[in-house]
């Protein structure tokens, strides 16, 4: 509705005044680990990114086969035992208070049994992939933002629509450095493992 006829539906007293979104519940992880405890989340999976609860619940089937695609291909090069699915990870300090992502497969550098007690931090990490339809932008927003400034050295966003895949390397500043857009017909490789080389086409159904 345009402005002029949504403001003729307010009280004359509203009239001019700014719009001002309502505030909004930030969550903190604490937050969260009560609710679940108490059952809140049995029906759905969610996910905590800047103080705010992402529904993970409900993937459609590109999206199932992708990352299934990402993570057989991960397990040949890095080993079972070193790759994980949708698994909570630390970032930057700063920002573990109100942000536990889990992204859709994470490559680490030691062993999945080592952090029984604990999860994968910045450090521990090679590379962290997310697999995006409805989620591309926050994805290459928000997330890439939030990854960077944890350090993370590399971090993909394989594009189902796009059928490509969007490398990001050399965090600096709370930014990627280098970014770089490698289509279907492209290969790739994990900067840990430089002769890896992945063909992004195959990570998607044959066209």
């Known amino acids: 509705m345009p ?3 949504l403001e ?12 001002v979104p309502p505030r909004r519940k930030r969550w903190t992880r604490d937050e969260c680990a009560v609710l679940e ?53 630390d970032v930057k300090a700063a920002d573990n208070r109100i942000n536990e992502p889990e992204p859709d497969a994470i490559a680490l550098k030691r062993h999945m049994r080592t952090f029984v007690e604990s999860r994968p931090g910045p450090a521990d990490l090679h590379l962290v992939v997310e697999v995006s339809d409805s989620t591309l932008y926050s994805d290459l927003t928000t997330k890439a933002a939030l990854y960077a400034r944890a350090g993370i050295p590399e971090y993909w966003v394989v594009d189902i629509a796009g ?9 600096n500043g709370g930014i ?5 857009v490698h289509g279907e017909t492209e290969h790739v490789a994990p ?3 430089p002769l890896a080389n992945l063909h992004v086409g195959d990570l998607f159904d044959p066209q």
Request: glycine share 8%; net charge negative.
């Open 176 to 180: 990627y450095a280098d970014v770089q």
């Open 191 to 193: 900067l840990s493992s």
């Open 163 to 171: 059928r490509r895949l969007v490398a990001h390397r050399e965090p």
């Open 8 to 19: 003729a539906l307010l009280p004359s007293t509203f009239r001019g005044i700014p719009p």
């Open 37 to 89: 405890a108490a059952g809140a989340f049995a029906d759905q999976h969610v996910e905590l990114i800047d103080g705010e609860l992402i529904d993970k619940t409900g993937k459609n089937g590109p999206h199932i086969l992708v990352v299934e695609s990402i993570r057989q291909w991960l397990f040949s090069v890095f080993g079972a035992g070193f790759v994980l699915q949708e698994a909570p990870i």
């Open 3 to 5: 402005t002029a006829e």
